[in-house]
């Protein structure tokens, strides 16, 4: 019974909410995404950026993430990442739900714990400092006339132990600004 509550109350939300993708408009979100590689892989991305143009936001990113699993001799990794993301939006902002195109490039601080296969067991850990770029396709789904919630998948590379994952998540993006409602009945 509480989840057709739920999706009746979600659905009467995005019927009644457009997509606010417009200049001057801002975007501050944040997702939870976790991955699949040789290690488990975790990620908290957080961004606030802007419109510059009809469907398009720029602005600053960060991250945290965590690693856990085998990778040679890497037990464990965490990284914390600041950057920049792009995010295109597919469809026109007369619709309800859109589909995204993210990209975010980002510096970060690395701290891999290493493991070595002797008879001590010992481990060590290193600082490091690395690049990493994720490319990921999503869907928003605005939830209230300021609020969407996004599921997203994406690749990401970090090049400072070269570990690549396949991620998966979901968050909210929150759009401030002045709000066209009118003007989003055109093409």
């Known amino acids: 019974m509480k989840s057709k509550l739920l999706c009746i109350l ?19 979100g944040v997702d939870g995404l976790v991955g699949f590689s040789t290690q488990r892989v975790f990620h908290l991305p957080v961004n606030i950026g802007g419109f510059v143009a009809r469907n398009l936001a720029i602005g600053f990113a960060g991250n945290y993430g965590a690693n856990r699993g085998t990778s040679g001799n890497i037990k464990s990794s965490t990284q914390i990442g600041v950057g ?15 589909l995204f195109f993210h990209s975010t490039y980002q510096y970060n601080f690395v701290e891999n714990t290493y493991r070595w296969y002797n008879r001590s067991g010992a481990e060590y850990k290193e600082n490091t400092k690395s ?9 928003s789904f605005m939830i209230a006339s300021d609020v969407s919630l996004e599921v997203m998948a994406g690749y990401d ?5 070269g570990s690549q994952a396949l991620l998966f998540g979901g968050g909210f993006q929150f759009h ?3 709000k066209r409602i009118k003007d989003s009945a055109k093409p």
């Open 157 to 161: 590379v970090l090049n400072s132990n």
């Open 10 to 28: 979600f659905f009467a939300c995005s019927y009644i909410s457009y997509a606010q993708t417009y200049r001057g408009q801002s975007l501050a």
């Open 131 to 139: 690049e990493s770029v994720m490319l990921a396709l999503g869907a």
């Open 84 to 98: 920049a993301f792009t995010r295109y939006y597919l469809l026109p902002a007369r619709f309800k739900q859109n």
């Open 176 to 178: 401030i600004g002045e």
